[in-house]
């Protein structure tokens, strides 16, 4: 039986979930803006104390590995390093849409929602990370969980997956996606989980996987990926121009 501590820190959700094997058996969270820094650590603390589970008990750490946030992204590897090294503990990283698209298709299941347009091609799933205006991280996903559209950084118009709504329903969600709804949602084959976030409890079926195949990182060597390079914006000084 596995016990992994997951870390999800991409968007702006600082989220610690604690599994056995396929149970969860606590989750902290917040979505307040900033507070991964402040939180992460607490979080972790919190839930192996409440759980009586332990940290020097954990077989592995998982951690979102991106894209999304340069900053949260940062966070959420460096704690998942710090422990691993301290503990000689396993790290795995797991896709940020990758789990995404993961928890996207539990909960349609669980919800059991049917859209009233008629497909002729299988649901697909479209996690989207905002970036900014009408940018988004994104990628698409069968109900197998496979990538069928790479991870890519898109700007969104009208047009944008019309070659996959032609004949998928694709549902999409995120808080990438509702930015985008008013553009998207005209389309029939255009379904929107709405109030879906990014969440460690979406990461245990991807991280179990690689627990399972022994696909773990080099702490060493291993980064975040963050799909866009980082630029720094200026700071702003008043008066200096």
Known sequence: MALILCLETATEVCSVALFRDDTLLGLKESSARNVHSSMLTLFIESITGETGSGLANLDAIAVSMGPGSYTGLRIGVATAKGLCYALDKPMIAVPTLGSMAA???????????????????????????????????CAVYN??????????????DENSFGHLLVHHRVVFGGEGAEKCKTVLESHPNAMFMDGFRASARHMNSLAMARFNGAEFENLAYFEPFYLKDFVAGLPRVKGLH
Request: with cysteine; net charge negative; charged share 35%.
């Open 103 to 137: 928890g996207m298709n539990y909960e349609l299941k669980i919800k059991n929602y049917n859209g009233e347009s008629e497909c002729d091609g299988e649901v697909l799933f479209c996690p989207m990370i905002d970036a900014r205006r009408m940018e988004v991280y």
């Open 143 to 156: 109900g197998r969980g496979i990538e069928v559209e790479e991870v890519m950084a898109e700007i969104i």
